[in-house]
């Protein structure tokens, strides 16, 4: 049963929450560092970390702080993690912190980060918290290297830097209007793929409960 | 001709929402009707231009002191402050305004385009590579800083009006169903963003 709980947590966070997708929170680093699959992913997994980590501290300390300043709180954890990441960037990746430029103290504001914190780890415990931290990061990593991959074969013409088309660009795709074309169209994919999912899985349940109404039964009390 | 610069970059030709994307979320949450995006719009302005005029002495401070890491963290909290002192100010002398803008003030605390003002204004990331605070060829000092955060809400309002012209008039399309909302919406911001691109051409001699 338990187990279970943590699968719909990972499967919410993942898919049927997923933050860049289905929620659309986020979107200034979604557009802005997803130039290339690179990029993109070490944008990912900074806010995979931060997220987790706030939701983590947060929900660990959701008992002490008082209600009326809780935003306030959330957003003193959430900034002073990331001063800690922008300082470890920038001595450990310089390239990334070079790279993400004026999204890195962005993230701060990231929507993404304070509503799992006001939405999930103000009620939840810590462990719950910090898997929801990382499906959700894991989810938002997952869509912007999507994305990534796309903006970066088309406008560059290469897959993680490796150049395989040959001079071959478009170089429209890397510029902002490219990027809010693709994700315009990446969530209506991602929309409709889910929908006829949901459309198959609800024809598929009909049909069982034509051939085996009892047995349907009992899987829905299990 | 440094004042004219300052206003076509910050306005048109890197306009905060379509060629920087900042400050993306109440651009596509709060311009469904053109009344709420002005008000959205208008609040941004003001925060924008009050918070560079306390972060850029507060940031000259942190240098002086030796702890400018600690930027972030006393961005953010000077605009939290910013806004909740506002939103108290408004209420309390003039209802009116507070009605037409005043509501959307809480909003302004998560976004973005506001701390990137404060960033770029105060050049807090300026590395080995590249310099921030230097815009439509001028180096920004305090008077221009303020210049440019004033063009550049202007620039996020103006976003925020347009948009929410078109997707009045969007809302009366047929659209196939996953294409309604916000793919539709991003995909029409693509094309105005497309039309902002044309500021780019314009040289200022700098």
């Known amino acids: 049963m338990s187990k279970n709980k943590y699968g719909t947590i990972m499967m919410n966070g993942m898919i049927f929450n997923n933050p860049t997708f289905m929620l659309v929170l986020g979107t200034c680093p979604t557009l802005a560092m997803t130039t290339s699959a690179i990029s993109a992913f070490g944008m990912g997994v900074s806010v995979l970390i931060v997220l987790t980590l706030s939701n983590i501290i947060i929900s660990a300390l959701r008992k002490v702080i008082p ?18 990441l922008k300082l470890f960037l920038d001595k450990m990746i310089p390239s990334l912190y070079d790279m993400m430029g004026t999204f890195l103290p962005l993230i701060v504001v990231n929507c993404l980060i304070l509503g799992r914190a006001e939405a999930f780890a ?22 912007l290297v999507f994305m990534g991959i796309i903006r970066e074969f088309l406008g560059a013409g290469s897959f993680f830097g490796i150049e395989i088309l040959g001079g071959f660009e478009i170089s429209f795709f890397t510029t902002p209007m490219g990027a809010f074309i693709v994700y315009g169209l990446c969530i209506a994919g991602f929309v409709a793929v889910m929908e006829s999912v949901r459309r198959r899985s609800r024809i598929k349940k009909t049909k069982l409960l034509n051939d085996q109404p009892d047995l349907l039964e009992e899987k829905e009390a299990a | 001709m440094s004042f004219l610069a300052i206003m076509v970059t910050a306005a048109f030709s890197s306009n905060f929402v379509f060629s920087q994307t900042y400050g993306i979320c109440p651009f596509l949450g709060v311009s469904k009707q053109t009344k709420s995006a002005v008000g959205m719009g208008a609040a941004v302005t003001v925060v924008m231009v009050i918070a560079t005029m306390i972060t850029y002495p507060i940031y000259q401070l942190l240098l002086a002191a030796d702890v400018a890491f600690l930027e972030i963290l006393v961005f953010i909290f000077v605009i939290a402050a910013l806004v909740q002192m506002l939103e108290k100010f408004i209420k309390r002398f003039s209802p009116p305004l ?31 590579l590249w310099e921030m605070n230097i815009v439509g060829g001028v180096s920004l000092n305090f008077g221009w800083s303020i210049v440019y955060a004033l063009f550049g809400g202007l620039g996020f309002l103006m976003a925020m009006v347009i948009m929410s012209g078109m997707r009045e008039n969007i809302n009366h399309l047929n659209l196939p169903k996953s294409l309604q909302g916000f793919p539709i919406t991003m995909v029409t911001a693509a094309f105005i963003a497309m039309a902002f691109y044309v500021f780019t051409f314009i040289n200022f001699g700098g």
């Open chain 2, 98 to 128: 507070y009605n037409a803008m005043g509501i959307y003030l809480p909003l302004i605390t998560t976004n973005c385009a506001v701390l990137a003002v404060c960033e770029i204004t105060s050049n807090a990331l300026a590395t080995g």
């Open chain 1, 67 to 84: 209600n009326a300043v809780r935003i306030p709180s959330y957003i003193v954890v959430i900034a002073t993690l990331v001063t800690v």
């Open chain 1, 122 to 143: 103000s009620k939840n415990g810590v462990i719950e918290s910090a898997l929801d931290g990382i499906a959700n990061g894991a989810g938002f990593t997952v869509a």
